[in-house]
């Protein structure tokens, strides 16, 4: 078998779309891929990896850019050292070769017709990462354009990006706050672009008619906003067919030939077109963005439909059904998961790391694992290596916070590049959940096997059983803590949030004790959920979860994630202005994040609506009032228009109100 692997920076739409070439040609040849996808949270080659590298026998490497330079001089070492052959992609090395898309022609286009074609004078350029070789190759045509045209380069109109919209969003605002001058944007990629299209029409600004923007990579969210992206296509499948025929010419005698460069094409879209497309030029676009906007839509259901039922898997057996049911919405037709023997224990270089089979899925099947464990370095049994010889895998390491605890093995031949990202993320999640569940579960067993020894052993050493006793009680206890958690917010949950009512209601109704309870509901969070997408509307409620902790400020004072979007907080002994000051700061700290929100028609960050309950001499009320009356408030402050704070005591009577227009 000859076995080529790929170093992939995650596998967006640039890596998959590089990575289809590649394995489109490598296949030609009777050669295998591995898609080595990197660990964000481990800086160069994980442990794993060098161990997979060091001993198995690879016929040859390709790598991708996008990393640090401490990160390739770590991958090249480790290459060196193996003897095989390497060809890399957007990483320049001297005596080896290398592809590379081609940046100056690309921009030269873009900036003549920008320049040329649409008069633009007063030019913004969005960079790129900063060691990134195209984003520096990009940086130097655009200021040359400039030049060549007798423009000077103004360095107010240059923002940092680093390839990614919300730094782009940032930016953008931020320059346009001091000017007012701008008639286009130039940025990087794609993606940058899209953040720099949301920052102009939040100032009030039309594109193209005040301001036109234009991207890089052609990637499919470049048609999705009316009137399309202008941006050039630098032919990634293609550039992944160059690098595989060299690696293959190399690996049968070849030498090394340097650079390789591959055509780019400029692709005009509506973004550059200040007096209108043509209607040919615009039905294209509206197709492309009904394909675009279709296939959105598809991944959405699919992310959901994984992370719904994911979520609430209590074992290893229910996590693996959930998946196979899914495989198909997802486009995966092969994976494999495998886990460590010794997860608990580090990961060190060179180490013989067991793990063991727990999902084998193939031929559209669920199939029993085979039993036993076997080295991580051979990525699959001995039995299942024919599936190595065919086709690409892509493997992902599974770990939290830089612990390896296994990894993912799958082939995606259909579905969305986000489709795939949502399986790891879901995936390392929930194992992570169960691992710390079978930890604890496990450490109290053997507590309570202790106990039972020492207690046959010594019954007359009361004082050692004593403290066996109250070890097993504090695992027990973090056990329920656990349990007392949500998963996604790591705050309170509805089920501990009942408990600690039910105690103070009970305090209430015995000593008189005031009793106050806030309801919260994060306005307009389905349209949140639907501009931003499933993974955007995770990071928010995390984001409002660790807000609303902070504004809590008494020992006995509890916030919790009551449901979906919506949040409480218990605050025993409080009067109503002290709940009122929980809930203000709570705004407070909430705006202070700006978490942005396009799809809202309250504001552009997100807002929460509050009511406010106070329990007051209920007699023999059940605790089911106070909530009753918080969530009445709760409806009243929606109903005024939400991004408000409204209260009511128990009885139905208003109490507090503030918000937008009202007093307070």
Known sequence: MRLIAIIATGMDTYQTRVVAGLTRELSRHGMATVVWVND????????????????????????????????????????????????????????????????????????????DGCGARRVVHVRGIPYQPDAMDRERVFREELLRRGIACDEGLFVDGSFDRTATYRGVRELLRRRTDVDAVVAANDLSALGALRAVR??????????????????????????????????????????????????????????????????????????????????????????????????????????RHIHHCA???????????????????????????????????????????????????LHTPLPGPFPARLLLPVELHGELAVGALMMQPLSVAGQEFGYLLFERVGGHVKASEAL?????????????????????ARLEALVSRRTRELESEVATRQRAEAELKLANDELHRLLMRDGLTRIANRSAFQRHLEHHWQLHLREGRDLALLMIDIDAFKNYNDHYGHLGGDNALRVVASCLNEAVREPQDLACRYGGEEFAVLLPEATADSALAVARRFQTLLAAEAIPHAASPVSDVVTVSIGVAMARNTGGAQWQSLVEAADRALYRAKALGRDRIVGLDAAGHGVVMAGADAPG
């Open 202 to 307: 939040d100032t009030g600004l039309r594109v193209p008619e005040d301001v036109m923007i234009t991207g890089f990579d052609n990637e499919g969210v470049a048609a999705v906003n009316w009137p399309g992206l202008t941006t050039v296509d630098q032919d990634l499948e293609g550039q992944g067919e160059v690098a595989a025929r060299q690696l293959v010419a190399e690996i049968e005698g070849a030498a090394p030939v340097g650079e390789l460069v591959v055509p780019s094409r400029l692709v005009i879209r509506g973004f550059t077109y200040p007096s209108g497309a043509s209607l040919a030029d615009r039905l294209a676009t509206v197709t492309d963005m009904a394909q675009e906007a279709c296939d959105q839509l598809a991944v959405q259901d699919a992310v959901l439909g994984l992370s």
């Open 424 to 444: 790891h993320q879901d995936l390392s999640l929930t194992l992570e959940a169960l691992f710390i569940t079978d930890q604890l579960r496990n450490q109290a």
């Open 315 to 365: 074992t290893l057996d229910e996590v693996v059904e959930v998946l196979v049911t899914q495989f198909d919405e997802l486009g995966i037709n092969r994976c494999f998961v495998a886990l460590r023997e010794d997860a608990a224990q580090p990961s060190v270089d060179d180490h013989e790391v067991a793990v063991r089979l727990v999902l084998d899925y193939r031929d559209g099947r």
């Open 40 to 115: 964000p949270f481990v800086a160069g080659p994980t442990p794993a990896f060098r161990s997979f590298v060091r001993r198995t026998p690879l016929t040859g490497f390709v790598m991708m850019n996008c990393m640090a330079p401490a990160e390739e001089r770590d991958y090249e070492a480790l290459f060196e050292a193996t003897g095989a052959h390497a060809v890399r992609i957007g990483v320049a090395t001297s005596g080896a070769s290398w592809v590379r898309g081609d940046n100056q022609t690309g921009m030269r286009e873009l900036m003549s017709h920008l320049l």
